[in-house]
């Protein structure tokens, strides 16, 4: 359980960090009583290393025009569907990059080229069962969930 508790925070702190300095955007977390919200996307990568692993990212439309409009400066109106979907798959491979140098700096882990689809259904923290971890975060009413999964 501690280490669960220990790769959580780990997780959040990756999450934070890269929505902070790349997308100049500020999440809270959600709580496991929050209601399941829908997300618009996901976007998926895999690592190899020590440990490996696959981190899946449920973003609403919302939260991903913001992270385009603030990673690339751009107007609502000129945001495309590609650019919605390169940020997405940037987002998941930094927050992946950046959680397993966490895990251990001194090792080398493999990451795979991420994944995306547009696909919509309801977030809840019932995706966290063994081997898993979810969380979920908001920035101005728009959601974000992220699943780790872990394997030896």
Not at 10 to 19: C, Q
Not at 51 to 57: D, E, L, P, T
Not at 133 to 139: G, M, R
């Amino acid at each position: 359980m501690e280490n669960i508790k220990k790769t959580s925070e780990m997780l959040m702190t990756s999450i934070f960090e890269v929505f902070e300095k790349m997308f100049f955007t500020f999440l809270e977390p959600l709580d496991e009583d929050e209601p399941a919200w829908n997300y618009d996307f996901v976007t998926k990568i895999q690592f190899i290393g020590p440990n490996k692993g696959v981190m899946s990212i449920y973003l609403t439309n919302g939260l991903a025009v913001t992270m385009v409009e603030n990673m690339l400066n751009i107007d609502t109106e000129k945001i495309s569907n590609e650019l919605i979907m390169d940020i997405a798959k940037e987002a998941v491979n930094m927050i992946c990059g950046n959680f397993v140098r966490k895990l251990d700096i001194s090792k080398v882990y493999d990451l795979t080229i991420p994944t995306f689809e547009k696909a919509s259904g309801a977030f809840s923290f019932s995706e966290s069962d063994t081997g898993k971890i979810a969380l979920a975060l908001e920035s101005d009413g728009d959601q974000i969930g992220v699943v780790l999964t872990l394997s030896d």
